[in-house]
């Protein structure tokens, strides 16, 4: 109360403080805020496993190549060679899995859609056109946590395989999924049973996974086969996952076998692609964007950080004489350093009340940045983070000067004013 008083007392040069540290306090609550938005974010689980998986990018041999077989010598179709090369990927004894897909395998960027209809609800997802085996190279997760089994054998038994986010949040009618059947908008007569739910999959690491919804409908061996030349094989992707602890030369040892074991009629592998690679890649203009965003972050935090010590340090420094006092007339010197830290922590509370309500305002009216909804935990995550920055800068403010302070002596302070 008397630390109240004091405050109040001297509101002329406190004012100025106090205004100070709530325009700070707002501006690095938003800086904070977008930190804590990005990072929950990139950290959620994205709903599959990259690991030990690599992407085989396919090509075809021209006329100019001599083991090149023209549209007579050739009794199969694009289709049927892909077939027998993943047939072929499967016997390697490095080898776990084996998948084809079409716009479907992760980080890719490249979409297909669907519109659908399941009970009222008109939704449209992303359709992934995949083999059962998709889920066991990439480690989709069954929403039952039963792994990926469950999501395989629904497609091997025809029916379709939805992300347990396919409902809107704001849905008010029967959520379940399992068992459901949906309706090809544009072809009624086109009708999905919905045999499998996975967890929840986000289209990247910097996307939330309750904007990703997708239906997974099996790419059966009758549609591959009927794949010719003029679809060209890098819209096939075949994807595979090795063993556990299969050498990392496994890309170079893959390549070897492509000329002679894994060449089928004009098609061979003309690259094999890391997964971790081909993450890094997809995202890396995500990555610059955080990484600048981080400097300039580091640089408005340092500036505050120095704004805030300079401020403390001349207070501090201004008060020698009535510090010198308090020390004359019995007040120990561990006392004295804990008013000034108590003193800077209450301007900074009556600060941050205010600031407070500036910083919820933001938040509801959707000025922050980031794709979390908005909501009252995360603005209390946000508002003590932002609480326990302040305070530390100010404790550094006022440390070093009060250090100096409370070690000098009361006559020779009073003889300098």
């Known amino acids: 109360m008397q630390l109240l008083k004091q405050i109040w007392n001297e509101r002329r040069s406190n004012g100025w403080l106090w205004s100070e540290l709530l325009i700070v306090f707002v501006v690095l609550w938003y800086v904070v805020d977008w930190t804590y938005v990005t990072a929950c974010t990139y950290y959620e689980p994205v709903g599959f496993d990259i690991t030990d998986t690599y992407y085989l990018e396919l090509s075809l041999k021209n006329d100019k190549s001599n083991s090149y077989l023209s549209k007579e010598q050739k009794s199969t179709s694009l289709g049927q060679d892909i077939i027998e090369l993943t047939n072929r990927l499967r016997r390697l004894p490095e080898v776990e899995a084996v998948s084809i897909s079409n716009n479907a ?54 029916n379709v395989v939805v992300g347990e986010n396919f409902w809107p949040k704001d849905y008010k009618g029967d959520r379940t999924l399992l068992g459901k059947e949906m309706v090809d908008v544009d072809d ?66 893959l390549m070897k076998l492509s000329a002679n074991q894994l060449s089928v009629g004009n098609l061979f592998i003309l690259k094999v692609h890391d997964y971790e690679d081909l993450r890094n890649d997809f995202q890396q203009g995500s990555y610059n964007q955080v990484q600048v965003r981080f400097w300039m972050m580091g640089f408005l935090l340092l500036n505050i950080l120095l704004g805030i010590v300079g401020t403390f340090w001349f207070r501090t420094q201004h008060r020698r004489a009535e510090s010198a006092l308090r020390i004359a007339v019995g007040s120990s010197r561990m006392q004295l350093w804990q008013r000034l830290n108590k003193e800077g922590l209450l301007l900074l509370t009556l600060a941050a009340l205010p600031a407070a309500a500036i910083c919820y305002n933001i938040g509801h009216l959707e000025l922050t940045e980031g794709y979390m909804e908005w909501g009252v935990v995360r603005f209390l995550i946000t508002f003590v983070i932002t609480y326990f920055l302040m305070s530390l800068m100010i404790l550094i403010g006022i440390w070093f000067p009060a250090r100096q302070v409370i070690r000098i002596q009361p006559a020779e302070a009073l003889r300098e004013e």
């Open 105 to 158: 395998r992760p980080y890719i960027g490249s979409n297909s859609g669907s519109m659908l209809r399941i009970d009222t609800l008109v939704s449209n997802p992303l359709r992934r056109s995949v083999t059962p085996d998709f889920f066991q190279v990439f480690r989709y997760q069954s929403a039952d946590g039963r792994g990926y089994q469950p999501l395989v054998q629904a497609l091997k038994n025809g």
């Open 188 to 253: 009624s007569t086109k009708v999905y049973k919905i045999g499998g739910v996975s967890k929840k999959v986000r289209y990247n690491d910097f996307w939330p996974n309750y904007s990703d919804r997708y239906v997974a409908i099996e790419l059966t061996e009758k549609i591959m086969v009927e794949l010719d030349d003029e679809l060209y094989p890098s819209s096939v992707e075949v994807c595979l996952r090795v063993k556990p602890g299969t050498s990392r030369d496994f890309a170079e040892h």
